[in-house]
């Protein structure tokens, strides 16, 4: 009875109208509800909400549901600790996560990276913010096999075994659409296994060392058979078999068409130390990730006005200026591009674009314009030569209603 109750509670999870609950001056959510099963059955169900703050000021949430039956305690379906996703972060998460949607067309997002680089937690966050379902990957192996634990699978069969049937996993799950998947850390050995997953957007969750040895030191190596089993110390052991197997690895994870590196996002945020990023700020820089993705196939010119935009050359051959507010200021042709690359150097705004009207926008096809804005050190278009270090991104979709609907930086 407690086992069947609890799995469908857990199949019928849209039970939770979660933005219906009131929630408490003190921070707390509670909710309750009765349910009427088919066969009349009574079911009540109610959840603790609390917001707690860790030594980084982060909050996050215990919660817990448990179920009674006819009065009587039945089950405690899942006590979890999730990050708030309440607070500002979840907002500007939400918000970017809207934006970013289209643009994903349904292609599953791959993360890759290291054991503990947290892409399953961040996962699982990206995937609830994008509206994609999650899949682990170890876990469809899991499934598939038939023994409930990856380290289990090591030490019955063997590593070649996992990795075949991990080969298989990916493959089934290339197929899909929606899908956020959390990848094991060895998937990207393989190069059969890149056929697969280049078939969406893969994203490197790039984590230096120490923090994932401090991270693995902390939960314990019983379900990551590649570091079990070393006496002594727990950060030291890791610390050392994790450099084995990223020498190994680091320049497969560089396949991903995406890096979202913390030492980066540490970076832009004037951030000492990587442990102080909460995985929601990382989910909202995977947004971003996937978007950079589309920036392949275009061209990055340097235009007019110095520091002020850059202009991109979409594959149709057509590009456009844009300045930063997102209004379109001028569209050019392929000829115009190719007197600029012959010449070999930065061209000016003025000449190189045919300024055109706010009428004339209808002209424009729908296309999605990403623009690059960069500083030069004199402001002047000369200034500004690749690589582009880039400082903040807006897309604009031109359709023909030009407005901003997304920014960066
Ligand atoms: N941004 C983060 N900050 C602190 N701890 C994290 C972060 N992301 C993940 N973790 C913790 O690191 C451990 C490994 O994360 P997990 O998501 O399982 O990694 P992976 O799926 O890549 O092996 C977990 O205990 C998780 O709570
Ligand atoms: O790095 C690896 O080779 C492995 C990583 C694990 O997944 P996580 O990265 O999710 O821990 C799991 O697939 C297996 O233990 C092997």
């Not at 903040?392 to 359709?399: A, D, F, R, Y």
């Amino acid at each position: 009875m407690e086992a069947s109750l609890a799995q469908r509670m857990q199949i019928s999870t849209t039970w939770v109208d979660s933005y219906k609950f009131p929630r408490k001056s003190t921070g707390s959510l509670r909710f309750s509800g009765r349910f009427k099963e088919q066969k009349r059955l009574q079911v009540f169900v109610s959840a603790h909400y609390r917001p707690v703050r860790d030594e980084n000021r982060h909050r996050w949430a215990s919660f817990e549901v448990s179920c009674s039956c006819n009065s009587s305690q039945v089950s405690t379906l899942e006590s979890e600790s999730l990050q708030d996703l309440f607070g500002e972060e979840a907002l500007i998460l939400k918000n970017k996560s809207q934006e970013i949607e289209p643009y994903l067309n349904g292609r599953c997002i791959y993360l890759v990276g290291m054991m503990g680089s947290g892409k399953t937690t961040v996962g699982k966050i990206l995937s609830r913010s994008i509206r994609y379902s999650f899949c682990d990957c170890d876990k469809l192996v899991e499934q598939d096999v038939g023994v409930p634990s990856v380290a289990e699978i090591f030490e019955i069969y063997g590593e070649d075994f996992f990795r075949d049937k991990e080969t298989e996993a990916l493959e089934k799950l290339s197929t899909e659409h929606r899908f956020v998947v959390s990848t094991g850390g060895g998937a990207v050995i393989r190069d059969e296994n890149w056929i697969y997953m280049r078939k969406g957007i893969s994203v490197w969750l790039d984590v230096p060392l120490e923090e994932l040895a401090q991270r693995i030191a902390a939960v314990g190596t019983k379900s990551r058979p590649l570091l079990d089993n070393e006496p002594g110390d727990a950060y030291n052991n890791a610390f050392r078999r994790l450099s084995t197997l990223f020498e190994k690895r680091h320049k497969a994870y560089e396949n991903a068409k995406a890096t979202v590196s913390l030492e980066n996002i540490a970076a832009k945020l004037g951030y000492k130390d990587v442990s102080s990023i909460t995985p929601a700020m990382i989910a909202i820089e995977q947004n971003m990730a996937c978007v950079m993705h589309y920036v392949e196939g275009f061209h990055l010119l340097p235009a007019g006005f110095g520091m002020r935009m850059m202009s991109l050359v979409w594959p149709t051959g057509r590009y456009i200026a844009a300045d930063l507010k997102g209004a379109v200021m001028g569209v050019g042709s392929e000829d115009v591009l190719e007197k600029h690359k012959l010449q070999g150097k930065p061209f000016r705004y003025a000449k190189a674009f045919e300024s055109i009207s706010c009428a004339d926008r209808t002209r424009l096809p729908k296309a999605t314009l990403f623009l690059f804005h960069q500083r030069s050190k004199t402001g002047t278009p000369s200034d500004l030569q690749p690589p582009y270090p880039l400082l903040s991104m807006t897309i604009l979709e031109v359709n023909p209603d030009i407005h901003s609907i997304f920014s960066y930086g």
